[in-house]
């Protein structure tokens, strides 16, 4: 069952949004997911959960701010944080936005990879090309 937040119960998938400095996230239990059984992809979409938990009246689309998902392989034990590319800059200028990365979905430094993937271009990323 999705759920706002993360704290507890180890590794967790979801989607997430970071909006400015504070991260909005949406996670599931492992179990929950959809996919193989090797591996599990998070149940909600990006659209569902900007539109039914963050949109509240805003303008804004659910593809205007930096967001990503995060993904577990249960035969690697790997959890996978595939982010919008504006967010390497980012994560790495404000730490504080990884550290709550890592409490919504319960990660582990040592089991988790980072993919920035060009599936999840913000405003931001459209303004660059243009």
Not at 72 to 98: F, G, N, Q, R
Request: net charge negative; hydrophobic share 30%.
């Amino acid at each position: 069952m999705p759920r706002i937040g993360g704290f507890g119960g180890g590794p967790k998938i979801g989607r997430f949004y970071v909006v400015g400095n504070e991260v909005a996230a949406i996670t599931e239990y492992i179990d929950d997911g959809e996919g193989e059984e090797k591996s599990r992809d998070p149940e909600v979409t990006h659209k569902k959960f900007w539109d039914e938990k963050l949109k509240h009246g805003t303008r804004y689309q659910y593809d205007f701010f930096p967001r990503g998902r995060v993904e577990y392989d249960s035969e690697e034990y790997m959890s996978y944080v595939i982010l919008d590319p504006c967010l390497e800059k980012i994560t790495w200028a404000e730490p504080h936005i990884m550290d709550k990365l890592f409490a919504f979905f319960d990660l582990e430094i040592s089991r988790t990879k980072y993919i920035y993937s060009d599936e999840y271009r913000c405003n931001g990323c459209r303004n660059k090309d243009s």
